[in-house]
């Protein structure tokens, strides 16, 4: 067990110090918000116990609750299905394109870019037409009037404009993940298989995804997280208007703990969060070490 | 064979550095409570030559507005004539400063002079005795007969004054004289018909009735509560639901949505206004782009400094139905000063505030910002070289027969909160009134 060949000492005080601030800033709080969780507390006078009814009113009493969870998983379930789109395009780049490097810097830029700059970006493309919204004038100057739309107030597209955005922008990190992982593979395996015969798409099918699954489940754990935590974005570009249309679970925590002064519920439906989090991750990596056995 | 010391030395030197990195977090959060404590003993002993500090955290950030120059220039009178006394200010803008403060009182640790909103929005700082009472500070020098009557009740609890106003204003229809006459609307609508009538002639121009911001849902429940006060046939409709006298599902309040929902359908308010801040939302008007903005007297000096200056009148939301009474308005009684029960320097503090409330709407009138002022001011408008705006807006201040408060100033925040995302819902879709009620009292009620 003990490859590092080093006393368990100083094993400790290396690990040590990343643990204790790793509890301290990590268990602690999601255990501490739990706890804020059970009272009835508006984050200023003194909490009162009330037991689970944060809870109960989340599940069975809030109208907003259940629709922010489940735009919260379609956006969860929208980043995962598209690192398969990522995988390919890292592929295709690694076989057809010679100097790749520059043009996956270049997908890469967005994620760089702090989300409130890419949220007001987006805002003045999707603007209505008065506002000089570009994606409309667009549409327009093509003809196509009746296509044109106010992208982030009508309740029906403005989530859907959301996720457009996220996905756009987070695009080039899976890609990069994907990319970089393609490159590390061992040429010589795929210089035996072309002696083989297998060449081309049959040497991606039976070489590069086995080869690449522990790096896919990467991008896909992390998409999956970051999307359940989506917040920034949402607050920018709409802050989870109109009339909670784009609520996601993070920012109707928000509102709840901060503008509706109900500390105690918002700690609630953190703890929901971290508890879905959790049971996810658990079930991606089952599916996933699976998968690597059956491949392995 | 050099490797191996090597190693032990990297490893050592990275150790130290880890537990120094460690030490450096400890040592500043204990220094951090160094300073608090050695504050606390200075504040202990009143010696007039101790050096005090007092925070100051406001909410005027622009320097290019009148109340930036105001508050600058009495916190500087005052230190140059207190030298010992040194005021720090903590300059937030109010949706920060708002967040910012709640997170302080959560651990206690209010500010010396903070800013807090009147009546519902500071009861909970009221209730958890974060704020001190100032009654001695109101008592000295004559402060209390300054303030308007009966403005200092939106912040007294028990009989107690917890915090002093930086203005007391209303709310107005500002409208751009120009783009009335485009329309050929002759005179300013004093009932509703009318009132949708110009609407409806104005839109037939192309030219965007009425400007607002309503991502910032305040926006669109500010005017809502106009045609509340109006249907409701005068002041006191939440006030009364509280009481447990009313519901929302009374007949005025549904009708004030009824009609709240003909602006909306007569196309009434910008493309995607709900997707529009405050600010450009205010910007709208102020561009000359619509003719009428419903929003408190506080932008008069606003509207003045912008490129509609000169152009722009304003009246009152015009009674509907026969109901209701022009001289009924929103009031929006300003934020107001207040000091920590736990200040360290609470006398030095209380001294500092009655200076500077005092001295205030004489500086804010040099200053032209003396419309919505909450206390009474020597000087008259016109030879002070204020517009004829101002002038107009502080005469309708004279005919103020009585008012409500905003939504948010009267229920509890979670109510509030559904309200202002209900009344949002509005702007986006047609919705059946009597739902629109029936939300408002399940949240009223969930939430008593």
Not at chain 1, 52 to 57: A, E, H, P, S, Y
């Amino acid at each position: 067990m003990n490859v590092l060949k080093v006393p368990g000492r100083t094993i400790a005080v290396f690990v040590l110090p990343c643990l204790l601030l790793y509890v301290c800033l990590v268990f602690v709080p999601i255990l501490v918000s739990f706890y804020t969780g059970l009272l009835s507390w508006d984050g200023i006078a003194s909490a009162k116990f009330i037991g689970l009814d944060n809870f109960k009113n989340m599940f069975y009493h809030d109208p907003v609750f259940w629709p922010s969870v489940r735009r919260t998983l379609v956006y969860a379930v929208a980043s995962m299905l598209e690192i398969p789109l990522c995988l390919l395009m890292a592929i295709l780049l690694n076989r057809y394109v010679r100097r790749a490097n520059s043009l996956v810097s270049i997908y890469f830029t967005p994620v760089i870019l702090s989300v409130v700059i890419i949220g007001q970006l987006w805002k003045t493309i999707y603007n209505p037409t008065s506002m000089g919204g570009m994606l409309n004038g667009v549409l327009i100057s093509l003809g196509l009037p009746s296509w044109a739309h106010n992208w982030l107030t009508e309740p029906n597209i403005a989530m859907f404009c959301l996720y457009f955005v996220s996905l756009w922008q987070y695009f080039g990190y899976h890609l990069l993940i994907q990319f970089t992982g393609i490159q590390n593979l061992p040429s010589e395996i795929y210089e035996a298989a072309k002696i083989d015969g297998a060449d081309g798409f049959k040497a991606d099918r039976y070489i590069t995804l086995p080869l690449i699954v522990p790096i896919f489940k990467i991008s896909v754990v992390l998409a999956f997280i970051g999307s359940l935590q989506a917040f920034d974005l949402v607050m920018v570009m709409t802050g989870g208007g109109p009339a909670h249309a784009t609520d996601v679970i993070s920012t109707h925590m928000y509102n709840s703990s901060f503008l509706s002064m109900k500390y105690g519920y918002g700690s609630a439906i953190a703890t929901f969060l971290v508890i879905v989090c959790l049971i996810f991750t658990v079930i991606i990596n089952l599916i996933f070490s699976r998968i690597e056995k059956k491949v392995g | 064979m050099v490797q191996k010391p090597l190693r032990k030395t990297l490893s050592i030197l990275m150790a130290g550095a880890l537990t120094l990195s460690l030490a450096a977090c400890g040592s500043g959060a204990k220094s951090d409570s160094g300073t608090d404590s050695s504050n606390a003993s200075s504040g202990g002993d009143k010696a007039s030559d101790k050096k005090v500090t007092i925070t100051f955290q406001n909410i005027y950030p622009d320097p290019t507005t009148p109340t930036y120059k105001t508050l600058h220039t009495l916190v500087e009178e005052y230190e140059k004539a207190n030298p010992n006394i040194h005021i720090e200010l903590d300059t937030l803008n109010t949706d920060q400063q708002k967040m910012k403060l709640k997170t302080q009182a959560a651990s206690k640790e209010v500010p010396d002079i903070t800013i807090v909103n009147p009546s519902a929005q500071m009861k909970p700082f009221v209730d958890a005795k974060l704020l001190a009472p100032l009654n001695d500070v109101i008592d000295k020098n004559g402060l209390k007969d300054t303030y308007q009557a009966g403005l200092l009740d939106n912040y007294s609890f028990d009989g107690n004054v917890y915090a002093l106003p930086d203005g007391n204003n209303i709310e107005v229809v500002y409208y751009n004289k120009d783009l009335f006459k485009q329309a050929g609307i002759e005179k300013v609508p004093t009932t509703f018909d009318e009132f949708l009538a110009d609407v409806k002639a104005l839109k037939a121009k192309g030219i965007t009735p009425l400007a607002i911001g309503e991502k910032d849902s305040w926006t669109g429940s500010f005017l809502f509560m106009n045609m509340l006060l109006r249907t409701n046939g005068g002041p006191g409709f939440l006030k009364d639901v509280v009481d447990g006298k009313k519901k929302f599902d009374d007949p005025a309040f549904i009708e004030a949505v009824d009609r709240f929902q003909d602006l909306v359908q007569a196309g009434a308010f910008p493309d995607g206004a709900t997707s529009i801040d405050a600010n450009a939302g205010g910007n709208i008007f102020k561009s000359g782009k619509a003719a009428m903005w419903v929003i408190g007297t506080w932008e008069t000096g606003a509207i003045d400094a912008s490129s509609v200056a000169g152009k722009v009148g304003a009246f009152q939301f015009p009674t509907i139905n026969g109901k209701g009474n022009l001289n009924d308005f929103m009031l929006a009684p300003g934020s107001g000063f207040a000091i920590s029960a736990n200040s360290e320097h609470l006398q030095e503090t209380k001294d500092f505030l009655n200076y500077f409330t005092l001295n205030f709407p004489k500086k804010q009138f040099e200053n032209k910002n003396a419309v919505g002022l909450g206390q009474k001011v020597e000087g008259d408008l016109k030879s002070g070289g204020y517009s004829d705006l101002a002038i107009e807006v502080a005469g309708l201040f004279n005919n103020i027969k009585g008012g409500d408060l905003a939504f948010d100033n009267t229920m509890n925040p979670a109510t509030a909160q559904v309200h202002l995302s209900s009344i949002q819902n509005l702007f986006v879709q047609k919705t059946d009134s009597k739902q629109v009620a029936e939300e408002h009292q399940a949240a009223f009620e969930a939430n008593k």
